[in-house]
């Protein structure tokens, strides 16, 4: 089954730094634009950042600009977001998404690859 994978997410307290990876099962990251998605319950699905695959530019939702950074290393065909000074609100499930670019409106969890993974829980709280 074709599928995305993420891992690494967790409890965490308010100020801390976790890193999230995606890899992927049947498919091969470093063909593909990747994104972060998060969805904290009773909300929709957000974009947090994108990267793409062609030559690693990257963009960010304003809430996250200066804390967060995405970044992948193409002979692991693995994606990683490393999130720093984590706030509360940054409390959701987050997820990788693929796409062949980081589209205009890449924030939109609309037309990317059905190839979304279950998820990452992350947790800040003191």
């Known amino acids: 089954q074709v599928q995305l994978a993420e891992s690494g997410g967790g409890l965490v307290q308010p100020g801390g730094s976790l890193r999230l990876s995606c890899a992927g099962s049947?498919?091969?990251?470093?063909?593909?634009?990747i994104a972060w998605f998060r969805q904290a319950p009773g909300k929709e699905r957000e974009g947090v950042s994108c990267?793409?695959?062609?030559?690693?530019?990257?963009y960010y939702a304003d809430s996250v600009k200066g804390r967060f950074t995405i970044s992948r290393d193409n002979v692991k065909k693995t994606a990683y977001l490393q999130m720093n000074s984590l706030k509360p609100e940054d409390t959701a499930v987050y997820y990788c998404?693929?796409?062949?670019?980081?589209?205009?409106?890449?924030?939109?969890?609309?037309?990317?690859?059905?190839?979304w993974g279950q998820g990452t829980p992350v947790t800040v709280s003191s």
């Open positions: 998404a693929a796409d062949y670019i980081c589209r205009t409106a890449w924030a939109s969890p609309v037309g990317y690859l059905e190839v």
């Open positions: 049947g498919l091969s990251l470093d063909y593909y634009a």
């Open positions: 990267i793409s695959s062609s030559d690693g530019t990257t």
